[in-house]
C-alpha cells in the first residue's frame, strides 16, 4: 500500500505562485501514474494534472501553460508549480497515484487508488 501526503498550500494573491508536493510513504512509485486534482466548495472533485512513469504529462485545459507536475522518484515525491494563480483555482488539492503503471497517463478520477489527505490552496487578494 501506499501513503500519500501533500504540502505546500496556502494563501496567496491572483497572479501569485505556490509549489505543492506529496510525498509518499510505504510501497514506492517508481512505476505509478501519479495525478493532481482539486475540489472547490460546491463542486465536485476535477482533473488537474497527471504524470505517467515515463514522464509523459497531462493537463486539464483550465491549468494548462499555467502549471506544471513533476516528479522525483529517487525521492518519491511528485510537485505541482502553480503560476499565475486565479481566485478559480481555490480548492482543496489531492495528490493521487493509478499502481496500473500505464504508459499514458489517465485523467478519470476513479483510474486512481491512492488518495492523499488533500492541502487547501486559496488564491484571493
Known amino acids: 500500500q501506499v501513503q500519500l501526503v501533500e504540502s505546500g498550500g496556502g494563501l496567496v494573491q491572483p497572479g501569485g505562485s505556490l509549489r505543492l508536493s506529496c510525498a509518499a510513504t510505504?510501497?514506492?512509485?517508481?512505476?505509478?501514474?501519479m495525478g493532481w486534482f482539486r475540489q472547490a466548495p460546491g463542486k465536485e472533485r476535477e482533473f488537474v494534472a497527471t504524470?505517467?512513469?515515463?514522464?509523459?504529462?497531462a493537463y486539464a485545459d483550465s491549468v494548462k501553460g499555467r502549471f506544471t507536475i513533476s516528479r522525483d522518484n529517487a525521492k518519491n515525491t511528485v510537485s505541482l508549480q502553480m503560476n499565475s494563480l486565479k481566485p478559480e483555482d481555490t480548492a482543496v488539492y489531492y495528490c493521487?497515484?493509478?499502481?496500473?503503471?500505464?504508459?499514458?497517463?489517465?485523467?478519470?478520477?476513479?483510474?486512481?487508488?491512492?488518495w492523499g489527505q488533500g492541502t487547501q490552496v486559496t488564491v484571493s487578494s
Open positions: 493521487a497515484a493509478d499502481d496500473a503503471r500505464t504508459v499514458v497517463p489517465g485523467t478519470g478520477l476513479n483510474e486512481y487508488d491512492y
Open positions: 510505504g510501497r514506492t512509485f517508481t512505476s505509478y501514474t
Open positions: 504524470i505517467s512513469w515515463k514522464g509523459i504529462r
